[in-house]
């Protein structure tokens, strides 16, 4: 007799990734029970403008995730993250002023326009 085994994924979507910055930082704390996986970022964005989650707003961690999202596939291993977050915290200040704008810049043309 076979028995199938469903085998658990190593990558992370949205709402665990909210679940892990939570747990490993202090300015992304905020309750995950109320939000809904979404399937694409850019609905979340539309939204995002409108919720407030601790310090660090909803869009702010949508658009980290698509950063850290370099193989386009909607979830992340944890080497995704840590290659992500090493941009941010490493390199001189050029290098992560660059990373932030590239976080910022979600339509990929070169250009920061102001949220309405």
């Keep these: 007799m076979l028995i199938h085994q469903q085998q658990a994924s190593s990558r992370l979507d949205l709402v665990m990734f909210y679940n ?16 809904k996986f ?3 970022l850019d609905e979340l964005r ?10 660090a707003g909803l869009r702010f961690l949508n658009d980290l995730f698509a950063f850290c999202d370099t193989e386009h596939k909607f979830s992340l291993s944890l ?3 840590a290659i992500g977050l090493e941009k941010l915290a490493t390199g001189d200040l050029m290098s992560r002023m660059d990373a932030f704008y590239m976080i910022h810049d979600t ?7 102001r949220a309405k």
Aim: include cysteine; charged fraction near 15%; glycine fraction near 6%.
């Design 79 to 81: 080497e995704n993250i």
């Design 107 to 113: 339509a990929h043309n070169g250009l920061l326009t």
């Design 38 to 40: 979404e399937n694409s």
């Design 20 to 35: 892990l910055l939570s747990r490993i930082t202090s300015w992304a704390c905020f309750d995950t029970a109320s939000l």
């Design 46 to 55: 539309q939204k995002a403008d409108n919720v407030a989650l601790g310090t």
